[in-house]
Structures are given as structure tokens and as C-alpha cells.
């Protein structure tokens, strides 16, 4: 059973920074984009960052220069670091996973996704 377990979401003021964890279990591919997605209220959710299936890190471009994807292949956990947030950031964080799917396309349709962590920003 594949399960991805997020934590580290809460509510900071703008500016703040939060870092969000995800560690999977019972995984069977080597090779997968793994990355974290994003859904506000009343919004489609949408990709945020993540790994490629080739190891090369994506990107959406309202966080490029605030947000940081890293990984611990030893932990099987990802990371996602969030600095200067903003309100427009408030969302519910899913990471996710695919043995297939590009992160690069941003496209929510992976196979394997955590329950979320809420991550709230006040301005």
C-alpha cells in the first residue's frame, strides 16, 4: 500500500516561511516525479513543485525564487521550504507521486497523493 503523509502546513503571517514534509511508504518504483500541488477554495488545484521522473526539479512560476524542493532518498521524504509567503499561497498542499507523469507539466493527474496539510497565509 502506497502512502504519502504530509505534515508542516499552519497558519504564518506574509512574509513567513513554513517547510512542509512528505514521507512515503510502501513505494515500488525507483523512478518517479514526486512534487507537491496546491488547492485553494473555489480553485482548480495546480502544481507548485516537485522532482521529475528524471530528477530535475519544476517549478510553477508564481514561486520560483520563494519556494524550495529537496528531498532525502535515505528518508524516502520530501520538502518543500516556503519563504516570503504571501496570502495568495493560502491553499491545502498535497504532495503526490508518479512512476510516469512529468512534474514539469504541472498537471494534477498523478497517481498517488497524500491527504494534504493546510497551509494558511495572513496578510
Known amino acids: 500500500l502506497v502512502q504519502l503523509v504530509e505534515s508542516g502546513g499552519g497558519s504564518v503571517q506574509a512574509g513567513g516561511s513554513l517547510r512542509l514534509s512528505c514521507v512515503a511508504s510502501?513505494?515500488?518504483?525507483?523512478?518517479?516525479?514526486m512534487g507537491w500541488f496546491r488547492q485553494a477554495p473555489g480553485k482548480a488545484r495546480e502544481g507548485v513543485a516537485g522532482f521529475d521522473t528524471d530528477g530535475i526539479t519544476a517549478y510553477a512560476d508564481s514561486v520560483k525564487g520563494r519556494f524550495t524542493i529537496s528531498k532525502d532518498n535515505a528518508k524516502n521524504t520530501l520538502y518543500l521550504q516556503m519563504n516570503s509567503l504571501k496570502p495568495e499561497d493560502t491553499a491545502m498542499y498535497y504532495c503526490a507521486a508518479d512512476p510516469l507523469r512529468r512534474m514539469a507539466t504541472m498537471t494534477p493527474n498523478f497517481a498517488f497523493w497524500g491527504q494534504g496539510t493546510q497551509v494558511t497565509v495572513s496578510s
Open positions: 510502501g513505494y515500488p518504483y525507483s523512478r518517479s516525479s
